[in-house]
């Protein structure tokens, strides 16, 4: 059978949403979440079932297109020309068992409806801070969430999956049955079987507070100073982050921001206010804001103002192994040249706490890191160059010598294969796992060097 004819049949048997090239609404489907990045897929394609993945499988074999899954378009970043682009979408069940702290999740679920959820519940889940990125493709590419020193990576949490196995198999696996399938999924779950649901822990709660300070942005160092010094004595129950922020002086941001620096501090906590220590911040330098009380994830997710429509961006990130005077003094100095005016804000976000031993073995980790460090700095659709570029490669040239062995994946930028997130040692034992269960290469490598 040829390819043209294998996709006809498919057509013709497929339950879900299918779209070709030629089909009305191909280029709004096969775009991902990130628009700045341009795929280029042989077909889009939204199950209904796992009848219907079943026949993508079939498809892919008769065709030699790889399936490459992004639940819900966020993690884009490898080739897919080529390829079956599959959304998961339909795939939208949420099963809550606060009896039990865990939930299980549709591969198609956002964070958003866990959160809310589990809202006033006492629990709370191991999220990122948007409530747009779908829970599967966040816990499988490793994840660090605003509790991760408390709760560990996303994946830490991931306890079972519901897999459709390249042969066809649909079955629930877990640690007592597959220990080797279930590391690969906790960080490189796209490369050796579709997750049609997961099992995930959730993170107890009973008293959510926080903290949002702002600082001058002459005070930076001091501050970041401040909050590092914090970490030897910080509880996992704390989770900290501070920003420093460069707005554009354009006239659609508000008065209070335009063209405005400034830094800030945020902490969260799950077990109630964190006084000493954020006493400890205020004699830092003179905080110009603050916002201290009881929170909610809802509340936070809700300010953090992060996109909820698919936009272009671009940054530069890294795992720093510690986070010591001279990179601090570098990276502010930088970020307030005015020649680095493309790069708005640089995020560090604190480590260790459950990091530091992470609960079940898994293909992603960062054991070894101090901080995660990030640098944002928008496109202008339209521009020939994007003033940026020369800045983001400056960021990554500071932050080099500071930098740990490996990141986690979902902190991977487009571009950048697994080799940035893993050992030698793990990539190996990466592709054993993918050659025992897809030797016949059915789903697309991801970001799996080759």
Do not use: C
Not at 273 to 301: K, W
Not at 405 to 427: C, K
């Amino acid at each position: 059978m040829s390819a043209s004819e294998a996709i006809a049949a498919l057509r013709r048997s497929f339950a879900g949403r299918m779209l070709l090239p030629d089909d009305a609404g191909f280029d709004a489907a096969r775009a991902p979440w990130n628009l700045s990045i341009d795929q280029h897929p042989a077909l889009v394609a939204n199950p209904r079932d796992v009848d219907d993945l079943r026949a993508l499988l079939v498809a892919a074999r008769e065709t030699g297109m790889p399936l490459a899954v992004q639940p819900g378009g966020h993690g884009a970043g490898s080739d897919v020309t080529g390829a079956i682009l599959v959304r998961m979408a339909d795939f939208d069940m949420l099963d809550i068992d606060t009896a039990a702290g865990t939930a299980v999740v549709g591969a198609g679920v956002r964070w958003g409806r866990v959160i809310e959820a589990l809202e006033g519940s006492g629990w709370v889940a191991p999220a990122g801070s948007s409530p747009v990125v779908t829970v599967a493709g966040y816990t499988l590419g490793g994840g660090h969430s605003l509790f991760s020193r408390t709760a560990g990576l996303g994946s830490d949490n991931l306890r079972a999956a519901w897999v459709l196995r390249p042969d066809g198999r649909h079955e629930r696996v877990d640690d007592g049955s597959d220990t080797d399938f279930m590391w690969a999924l906790r960080g490189a779950g796209g490369v050796v079987g579709i997750v049609t649901a997961l099992e995930i822990d959730l993170v107890p709660a009973p008293a959510v507070w926080g903290a949002t300070l702002v600082f001058d942005v002459a005070d930076a160092e001091a501050v970041l100073r401040g909050v590092r010094d914090l970490a030897p004595i910080a509880p996992p129950t704390l989770n900290a982050s501070v920003t420093s922020t460069r707005m554009p002086d354009a006239p659609q941001l508000p008065e209070a921001i335009r063209g405005k620096s400034f830094v800030t501090v945020q902490l969260i906590s799950t077990a109630g206010p964190a006084d000493d220590l954020l006493e400890r911040l205020r004699s830092v330098a003179p905080v110009q804001r603050e916002a201290v009380g009881e929170t909610s994830p809802v509340t936070i997710a809700a300010q953090s103002g992060e996109p909820t429509e698919p936009t272009p961006s671009r940054g530069a990130s890294a795992a720093l192994a510690s986070l010591d005077d001279d990179t601090i003094d570098a990276l502010l100095s930088f970020h307030r040249h005015d020649d680095q005016w493309p790069v708005i804000g640089i995020e560090f976000r604190m480590l260790g706490g459950a990091l530091a031993t992470p609960r079940r073995a898994g293909f992603a980790g960062l054991e070894s890191a101090g901080w995660l460090v990030y640098a944002l700095a928008p496109l202008f659709p339209g521009a020939p160059v994007q003033p940026g570029d020369a800045s983001l490669a400056r960021f990554r040239e500071i932050v080099a010598p500071a930098s740990a062995e490996r990141t986690v994946p979902t902190f991977l930028t487009p571009g950048q294969t697994l080799a940035g997130a893993a050992t030698g040692e793990a990539l190996a034992r990466l592709r054993a796992v993918r050659e025992r269960f897809d030797p016949d290469g059915l789903l697309h490598h991801g970001r799996l060097p080759r």
